[in-house]
Structure formats: C-alpha cells, structure tokens
C-alpha cells in the first residue's frame, strides 16, 4: 500500500476540476437550490478517478525502461545518452520523462514527453558534455505515465544510482586512430608532410597510385608486371615519444569548462595511441612541484591500457612547477634519445626565462617539442571596437599578452627548440602534425 501512494499522484487537469467543483460549493450559499449539482459533479468525478486507477494499476508491469549510457565517458566530448521505454498498457499513453543527470552538469532540463502507443518502443536520445574527469552518478529515470482520462498520474524508476567514470578523450583517440588505418588523416586538419629522402627501412612493393613519389619506382618490378610499380618505405621504427604534462598552476585556465591540464591530457592519450599505431614506444612523466607518474615508454600490448588509467587518475593542486625536478629525473631515467612533447604555458617572456636554462639542458639530451597555449579570447578583446579609456587600456593589455606569446616562440626558435603555440581545440591537430613533420624530417 505504501508503495502504491508513493507512485501515485495528482494530475493538473484533476486539481482544476476539484478547483471548479469548489466554486460551485461555494455558490450553494447563494443560490442553495443548487446544493444537488455540485454533490453530483463530485460523485462522478471520484467514479472517474477510480476508473483512472484501475486503468493504470491494473497491469502491474505497464511501462518498462531503461537509460544505456557507456561504460565510461569521454571528457571534453558529447557523450551519446539513451533512454529506451517500451508500454505494456492496452491503450496510447501520455508520458513525462525526467532523468536525474550527475550533479557536475548542473542541468535540470532533461526532460521529454511523448506518447506511446499500446505495446509500442521508442527511444530518446540526448548528449551530455563532461568537463571533468573522475566518478559520475546518474539517478533514477523517473516516468510519470498518464491514463487517456489524465487525472492520476503513475510513477515508474528505472536505472537508478548508476556510476559511470568520465576518462580522458577515448573520443579523439579512436577518432585520430580510424583516420589513421584509412590514411585519412588530412579530413581532420593533419597536414600532408612532404618527406625528406628515405630512411633505410624497405616495407613493401606495391602499384603505383597518384601521389606517390616517382624516385621510389622499382623499374625491375614494373618490367615484371607490365604495370608501373613503387618501392614503399616504412619510418624507422620502436623510437621514444614521452608526453611530459605540466600539472602546475599554469595549466588552470579554463577554455570551454576545461582546464588547459585536461586538453594535455587528451592530447598525451591522442599522440601516444598515435605512435604506438606508428611502431613507435609512448611514455609518461606527469611533475608539478616534484614528478608526477613516470613511464617508461614502451608498445606491448597493454600499454595504452596503462596510459589510459594514468591519465584518468591524475590529479593536480596546481602548485608551482619545478622544471628542475623534470631535468633530473628525465636524465636519469631516459637514457636512449627521445622525443618530449613538453605540454605546459608561458604567459610573459619572463616566466619562459626562468626555466629555459631547464628546456635546453633537456633539448641537448633529446628533442623536445615545448607546447603551450594562445588565448584565443585575448583575439576578440583585441578586434572588438572601443568607445572608453578603459576598453582601449584593456585592449592595449590584451595586445601586450598576445605580443609576449609570439616573443616566447621567436625565443624558443632563437636557441633552438622545436615549440607548438596553439589553441587549446586544435592541440591533438598540431600535435600529431609536428610528431609526424618530425619523423618525416629524420629529426627521431
């Protein structure tokens, strides 16, 4: 019994009609002659609502469902949400979804309504965005069912306290992977990196097609099969590629709800899927104000299992950064010449300064490739039109700091330094451009 009065409620249309059968109450005592029509109208109306009830409580499985979500979400991407809801009811009914959505997404708006007709299934589909990684729960799928008479109203749950972790990027990084087994990574903004003489490791011979580089074309093969054909070379294989993620305050600024220490993240998850499906080893080191993580770069089978659950788990105070403490376990630990992708930030061109003594004594050792950020939100301060003396100083600030990113690059350029200066949405892009203009240019 107390199970059936807490699904059970009072619809909107019942409310006004008791509402309406009041006032007529109180016009009996005025027009007493009338006292009978009222006692009447109610009488009928309590006979419709029991009709009501037995309508729906007399099937006792009247609605099923379900909400089918992954078994983990990708930060920073749309995750597919699905509620599926089939009626068991012998007539069409009026039904109100409501889910009840983690409280890291602040929403209060997932609801739909629709109808269903006798024995019918639908599907309701909608996307969630996690900005955060970490652990997710999901409430209850509440379905407030409506008779045709709409005056009582029944509640199912379905799904309910479902946890669901939210990892890194696993969007992207099957996304970048796909493209890559089809050699369509140009469709997603990777340039086409004009190769620069061979190295020495001979893959295949195989029909010539458009694009391919007629140096490479084997004459004896051709003459075999009366048909042009062309030697195929493979990069050099099993070289060292460590992403070296800054989890210092510098990586704190938001961009889109993330914080630029989750787009490194998602880039490190990207690049490393993307050189070990290149024969290359992928490492880790993750430092702030002492190291992180360290892993030593390597391709079996489940190092991107290991990769994958590093980087879900990483979790910062954002203290300063100690880029000596990076030097010296790199140069302990990495003995063979690597390629470090540094992701960090410099906003001014004396906080690059302090730690290039750091970057160049890493640079002599490997090839480090030092990524950091543009503020694209510093370029609409700057174009927007000014009316007021404060307006123009915030616009002449705003030129100052996008003026010191470009000095930051000409400074890397100047000693040396391979550097990414990018917007946070196109990292994974520019990323895995330099890593493949590298391999291209022999330079790992």
């Known amino acids: 019994m107390k199970k059936f009065f807490r699904s059970l409620f009072l619809s909107n249309r019942l409310f006004t009609l008791l509402g309406s059968i009041a006032g007529l109450f109180i016009l009996t005592f005025i027009f007493q002659g009338l006292y009978f029509l009222p006692k009447i109208f109610f009488f009928v109306l309590l006979a419709v609502v029991v009709a009501d009830a037995l309508l729906l409580y007399r099937v006792k499985k009247g609605l099923t469902g379900n909400r089918e979500v992954a078994d983990k979400l990708s930060n920073g991407d749309e995750n597919e949400i699905l509620i599926h809801l089939q009626n068991y009811y012998p007539f069409k009914s009026y039904l109100r979804i409501y889910d009840e959505t983690p409280h890291q997404f602040q929403r209060r708006d997932v609801e739909f309504t629709l109808y269903l007709h006798a024995g019918e299934k639908k599907s309701i589909a909608y996307w969630l965005r996690p900005v955060k990684r970490g652990e997710y729960f999901f409430g209850a799928v509440n379905v407030l069912v409506h008779s045709p008479l709409q005056l009582l109203v029944r509640k199912f749950q379905f799904s309910s306290d479902k946890m669901v972790p939210v990892y890194p990027s696993y969007m992207q990084m099957r996304k970048y992977e796909l493209l890559a087994i089809h050699h369509r990574l140009t469709e997603s903004g990777i340039k086409k990196i004009r190769r620069i003489g061979h190295n020495q490791e001979f893959e295949l011979i195989k029909e010539y097609v458009s694009g391919d580089d007629f140096r490479t074309v084997n004459w004896k093969a051709t003459a075999r099969k009366s048909k042009l054909m062309v030697n195929q070379y493979q990069?050099?294989?099993?070289?060292?590629?460590?992403?070296?993620?800054?989890?210092?305050?510098?990586?704190?600024?938001?961009?889109?709800?993330?914080?630029?220490?989750?787009?490194?993240?998602?880039?490190?998850?990207?690049?490393?899927?993307?050189?070990?499906?290149?024969?290359?080893?992928?490492?880790?080191?993750?430092?702030?104000?002492?190291?992180?993580?360290?892993?030593?770069?390597?391709?079996?089978?489940?190092?991107?299992?290991?990769?994958?659950?590093?980087?879900?788990?990483?979790?910062?105070?954002?203290?300063?950064?100690?880029?000596?403490?990076?030097?010296?376990?790199?140069?302990?630990?990495?003995?063979?010449?690597?390629?470090?992708?540094?992701?960090?930030?410099?906003?001014?061109?004396?906080?690059?300064?302090?730690?290039?003594?750091y970057l160049l004594a890493l640079n002599r050792l490997h090839l480090l490739v030092v990524i950091f950020f543009e503020n694209t939100e510093l370029h609409t301060l700057i174009d927007k039109k000014t009316d007021n003396l404060k307006e123009i100083y915030n616009q002449a600030i705003a030129e100052q700091f996008a003026s010191d990113k470009k000095r930051i690059a000409k400074e890397l350029i100047a000693h040396g330094v391979q550097h990414i200066l990018t917007s946070p949405e196109k990292l994974s892009v520019n990323t895995i451009n330099k890593y493949l203009e590298l391999k291209a240019r022999n330079l790992i």
């Open 235 to 357: 990069d050099e294989k099993s070289q060292q590629v460590y992403s070296l993620i800054d989890k210092g305050r510098v990586m704190q600024m938001p961009f889109n709800g993330m914080t630029l220490l989750d787009y490194a993240i998602n880039a490190s998850l990207v690049i490393s899927n993307i050189a070990i499906k290149k024969s290359d080893k992928a490492g880790l080191v993750t430092f702030q104000d002492r190291i992180g993580n360290f892993l030593r770069a390597g391709r079996t089978n489940n190092q991107m299992a290991v990769i994958q659950e590093i980087l879900y788990n990483q979790k910062t105070a954002f203290f300063e950064t100690d880029f000596s403490a990076l030097y010296a376990r790199v140069r302990q630990s990495i003995s063979q010449r690597s390629l470090l992708l540094l992701y960090t930030n410099f906003e001014s061109i004396h906080g690059l300064h302090r730690q290039l003594p």
